[in-house]
T-cell receptor, first 118, second 112 residues
Framework: AQKVTQAQTEISVVEKEDVTLDCVYE???????LFWYKQPPSGELVFLIR??????QNEISGRYSWNFQKSTSSFNFTITASQVVDSAVYFC???????????????FGKGTLLTVNP | EPEVTQTPSHQVTQMGQEVILRCVPI?????FYWYRQILGQKVEFLVS????????KSEIFDDQFSVERPDGSNFTLKIRSTKLEDSAMYFC??????????FGQGTRLTVV
């Protein structure tokens, strides 16, 4: 069965600090997708990134970067120069493909509450 | 930019009543999902729907739950006889080709 672990329940930083959110996953599949979603206080789930299991290249998007390492089954997320608006719950998620490709359900971690203080 | 729309944003219902949560997925998407998030907890998969039928359902999705895509645009989740423990945020999501699931803003269901 697939599983996503976000060991950090809460992180608090001061604005402009860098912060890394950890994500470790378990799956028996060789083909899978990894995601990060942001849930701000307003409650919606905002897609941030998807990586497929064959692409271990790290990605940078502005102040956000992601480090995918299959050897350690980790997909960590770093925010550089954090801002107050980054305060949210961040979820890591894993998607496997069921037989026939009829379902790409997400398994979420428990989330990390990031608080960025001014 | 296309988005997934859910109505209502908040629903209060009495225990034992039926509720229908409505979703309009993104128009060219093929995969549809319902997820649930009990307050302060993680997001949990309920059911997936593809090619006009349920493709997978979780243990949570018991006989009290049903989904429909009645008219090719709407996607509904019905809870027949609500229980207190059904109180949660319910998210609808859609996905074009098994890639990225885009979520609606959620319906907060409160059962009293």
């Amino acid at each position: 069965a697939q599983k996503v672990t976000q060991a950090q329940t809460e992180i608090s930083v001061v604005e402009k600090e860098d912060v890394t959110l950890d994500c470790v996953y378990e799956t028996r599949d060789t083909t899978y997708y990894l995601f990060w979603y942001k849930q701000p206080p307003s409650g919606e789930l905002v897609f941030l990134i998807r990586r497929n299991s064959f692409d271990e290249q790290n990605e940078i998007s502005g102040r956000y970067s992601w480090n995918f390492q299959k050897s350690t089954s980790s997909f960590n997320f770093t925010i550089t120069a954090s801002q107050v608006v980054d305060s949210a719950v961040y979820f890591c998620a894993l998607s496997e493909v069921n037989s026939g490709g009829s379902n790409y359900k997400l398994t979420f971690g428990k989330g990390t509450l990031l608080t960025v203080n001014p | 930019e296309p988005e997934v729309t859910q109505t209502p944003s908040h629903q209060v219902t009495q225990m034992g009543q039926e509720v229908i949560l409505r979703c309009v997925p993104i128009s060219n998407h093929l995969y549809f999902y319902w997820y649930r998030q009990i307050l302060g907890q993680k997001v949990e998969f309920l059911v997936s729907f593809y090619n006009n039928e349920i493709s997978e359902k979780s243990e949570i999705f018991d006989d009290q739950f049903s989904v429909e895509r009645p008219d090719g645009s709407n996607f509904t989740l019905k809870i027949r006889s609500t229980k207190l423990e059904d109180s949660a945020m319910y998210f609808c999501a859609s996905d074009r080709q098994g890639g990225v699931a885009f979520f609606g803003q959620g319906t907060r269901l409160t059962v009293v």
